[in-house]
C-alpha cells in the first residue's frame, strides 16, 4: 500500500482549510461569511470507490451543541494514543490552531465562545446535504450507518424509533448496524427490521437458544460500485447483555467473535470481495485489536465510543476511520481499488456546521412532520443555566450534566449517594441558555430510566465502582465492555487506572459530612438505568425536571470530587 501522506486529505487542520492565521474572536456573521459550504465540501476526488460514514446519531434531529471529552484515558498499550489524546496535545498532533473550526469541532478548550461564534452543529437535514454532495460527485457511494440511531430523544422515545426510521429511510443508507437500537426491545426492533429498504447487519448476532448466526440479520451484504466488488460486514455491539437489560432482547446473544469474523472475512473474499469493510460498532480499541487478530478487513467503520479522528488510524493494511456522533460529522472515504487490493485512499471528516451548510428542504420538512405532534411540549421552557454553567456530558468521569442529574437524584429522591451510567449520548447546554423539556430527554432518554432508591453498603458502592473502572480501564480492549465511569453525585473518592481490579477505588467520602465512607454502614442511593427487570421508581426525565422548574436558575460549577491517579 502506498503511504498515507500521499493519499489522505488532513481535512480538518486549520492551515488545510483556512488558511494559518487564528479565527477565536470571530462572531457568528464572520464565520458564516468566512467559513463556506464550498470549503467543507471541497474533496478532490480520488480512485473508484467512495464510501461514506455516519454513526451513533442518537436520534438528534436538529443542530445542537457538543462538546468534545477534556479527559479520555488510554491505559495499557492505548495510553497516549489516539483517541485517547485530547485539548491542546490533540490540536498539536493534528497541527490545528487555538480558535480555529477545527479546534471548535475537535476539543473542547473554550468552547463556550467558540460556540457563540461558529453556532450548533450537526442536524439530518445539513448531514443529508453533504450526502447528496458526495452522492453529486460518486452517484455510486456507499452510505454506512454505524448503530446508535433509533434511541436518544423524546421524539425517538415516543415514537418508538420510528421518527428516525422515516428521516433515514429518506437519507438512503446502504446498510446499518446495532447497538441501543435493541433497548426498544427484540420484537420492534424486528418488526422495524423487516420493512427497512436497506441491510441490516450483524454478523456477531446469534440466536441465544442455537448459538448460531440469527436469521434476522444477514452477516455482510455485497456490493459492486465502481467496478469494484465490495462487502459490507456488519458488527454490532459485542456487550449488549452486559451494558444493557438482557431480559428486552433474551432470544440474541452477542460478543465479539474474532472466529467468527475471520470466518465471514474469508467467505466474502472467496465469492470474490475484492475490498472488505467491516461497520463496526465495536469501540475504538476493540476494532484496533480485532484488525491486528482477523485478517484481510480493508477498511473499519468505527463506531460507539463517539471519536471524532481528523486522519484514518492504521493497523497492518487496515485503516480505521472514526467518525464522532451526534451527526456532528460525515466522513467520506475514497479508495484505489484495482487487481483486487487496496492500492491507496483519501479522507475528510467533514464537521457539520449547522449555520454554514444549507440545509436538505425535503429532509428538513420529514424532519418537522415527525416533531410536529411532540412540538408544544418539547419547547416547553424548564429552567435556565446561569452565566458559568455549561452543560455537558462527555469524558471518562463526570460531566456537569451529570452532576445536575445526581442533584436532582439526592434532592427529589432524598439519597446521600447518587449514581447516573456512563454514557456518552447528550448534547450541550450553554451558559444562560434556557433548558426545555427537550433537552432533559436529551441526556435522560432511554426505555429503562426508572429512578430507583436502595440501601447499599459502602462495601457494595465500592464493588460497583471497581467493577465499572474495570470495564474502562483493563488493559485488554476485549474486557472494556461499557461506556465511561458511573457518575458519582455526593459522593467523593480517588481512583488509579494503573492497578488491577479490587485496587483502583479508595478514600471513598461522603461529601455532606466529610466522613469516609465505611464499608458496613448503609447508605441510601439512588440512581436510574438498572439493567434489572422490573426496577421501580419514577422516570429520570421527571426526577430531573422537577429538580430544575424548583431550582429555576441552574448552576453547576466545576467540581473535583473525583481525584485521578496514574493519567
Not at 14 to 24: I, P
Request: charged share 25%.
Amino acid at each position: 500500500m502506498i503511504s498515507r501522506r500521499d493519499f489522505m486529505q488532513v481535512s480538518m487542520a486549520a492551515s488545510a482549510m483556512l488558511g494559518a492565521s487564528g479565527f477565536g474572536s470571530w462572531a457568528r456573521l464572520a464565520a458564516q461569511q468566512k467559513l463556506t459550504q464550498d470549503q467543507l465540501l471541497q474533496f478532490d476526488t480520488f480512485g473508484n470507490v467512495s464510501l461514506i460514514h455516519i454513526t451513533d446519531i442518537h436520534a438528534q434531529l436538529k443542530p445542537i451543541y457538543f462538546r468534545e471529552p477534556e479527559i479520555n484515558l488510554g491505559v495499557g498499550a492505548a495510553r497516549g494514543q489516539v483517541p485517547h489524546v485530547t485539548g491542546a496535545d490533540f490540536r498539536k498532533m493534528y497541527g490545528i490552531e487555538d480558535g480555529s473550526p477545527s479546534a471548535y469541532a475537535l476539543t473542547y478548550d473554550d468552547f463556550t465562545s467558540l460556540a457563540r461564534g461558529y453556532g450548533k452543529v450537526g442536524g439530518l437535514d445539513r448531514v443529508s446535504t453533504v450526502i447528496n454532495s458526495i452522492r453529486a460527485e460518486r452517484p455510486d457511494a456507499l452510505l454506512l450507518d454505524g448503530g446508535d440511531t433509533w434511541h436518544g430523544s423524546y421524539t425517538c422515545y415516543h415514537t418508538e424509533g420510528q421518527d428516525m426510521v422515516n428521516v433515514m429511510n429518506v437519507l438512503k443508507p446502504d446498510a446499518m448496524t446495532f447497538h441501543w437500537e435493541f433497548t426498544l426491545g427484540g420484537d420492534r426492533v424486528r418488526e422495524i427490521v423487516q420493512d427497512l429498504p436497506f441491510a441490516a447487519l450483524g454478523a456477531n448476532i446469534f440466536d441465544a437458544e442455537w448459538d448460531e448466526p440469527a436469521e434476522d440479520f444477514a452477516p455482510y451484504k455485497m456490493f459492486e460500485r465502481g467496478g469494484v466488488k465490495i462487502a459490507v460486514i456488519g458488527q454490532a455491539f459485542p456487550y449488549m447483555p452486559i451494558a444493557n437489560p438482557r431480559w428486552m432482547f433474551p432470544e440474541y446473544s452477542f460478543g465479539i467473535r474474532d472466529e467468527r469474523m475471520q470466518e465471514v472475512v474469508d467467505e466474502v473474499k472467496a465469492a470474490g470481495a475484492e475490498l472488505v469493510v467491516l461497520l463496526s460498532h465495536n469501540g475504538f480499541d476493540v476494532d484496533k485489536k480485532m484488525a491486528s487478530r482477523v485478517q484481510g478487513i480493508d477498511v473499519i467503520l468505527s463506531g460507539h465510543t463517539h471519536d471524532a479522528l481528523p486522519e484514518p488510524v492504521l493497523v497492518g493494511e487496515t485503516i480505521i476511520i472514526a467518525s464522532g456522533s451526534n451527526g456532528k460529522f460525515v466522513s467520506r472515504v475514497d479508495l484505489d481499488v484495482r487487481d483486487g487490493r487496496m492500492m491507496g485512499f483519501r479522507h475528510k471528516l467533514i464537521p457539520i456546521f449547522s449555520d454554514v451548510i444549507e440545509p436538505d428542504a425535503a429532509v428538513t420538512k420529514v424532519i418537522d412532520e415527525q416533531r410536529a405532534p411532540h412540538l408544544d411540549k418539547m419547547s416547553e421552557v424548564v429552567g435556565r443555566t446561569d452565566d458559568q454553567s455549561l452543560l455537558y456530558r462527555r469524558g471518562n468521569f463526570n460531566g456537569t450534566w451529570d452532576d445536575l442529574i445526581c442533584d436532582a437524584l439526592i434532592s427529589e429522591r432524598d439519597a446521600d449517594i447518587a449514581m447516573s451510567p456512563g454514557v456518552r449520548w447528550g448534547p450541550s447546554i450553554l451558559p444562560g441558555q434556557d433548558i426545555t423539556v427537550e433537552d432533559i430527554w436529551n441526556a435522560t432518554s432511554m426505555t429503562y430510566g426508572q429512578a430507583y432508591r436502595s440501601e447499599m453498603t459502602g462495601e457494595f458502592i465500592n464493588v460497583i465502582l471497581e467493577d465499572v473502572a474495570d470495564n474502562l480501564f483493563n488493559t485488554d480492549p476485549y474486557y472494556q465492555q461499557g461506556g465511561d465511569m458511573v457518575r458519582i453525585g455526593g459522593m467523593g473518592y480517588e481512583i488509579d487506572i494503573t492497578k488491577p481490579q479490587g485496587e483502583r477505588i479508595s478514600n471513598m467520602t461522603l461529601l455532606k459530612t466529610g466522613e469516609k465512607i465505611d464499608p458496613a454502614k448503609t447508605y441510601m442511593v439512588a440512581g436510574w438505568a438498572s439493567v434489572n427487570e422490573g426496577t421501580e421508581g419514577p422516570q429520570i426525565w421527571d426526577v430531573v425536571e422537577n429538580h430544575i422548574r424548583k431550582q429555576g436558575t441552574v448552576s453547576v460549577p466545576p467540581r473535583d470530587n473525583v481525584k485521578v491517579v496514574g493519567a
